[in-house]
């Protein structure tokens, strides 16, 4: 994992970026997947 802050976690969003296609469901699964690697340990 990078060193932007270091045993504090990353902060995600999508800055309005999230294409139309994607669904709700596909949005709710990235923020899963966001929070489980996005820790640093």
Known sequence: MGSA???QG???HSDH???PGV???TYRLVLVEVDRIGRYE
């Open 17 to 19: 970026s999230i294409p």
């Open 5 to 7: 802050m270091p045993k």
């Open 10 to 12: 990353y902060i995600h």
């Open 23 to 25: 669904t709700l469901d």
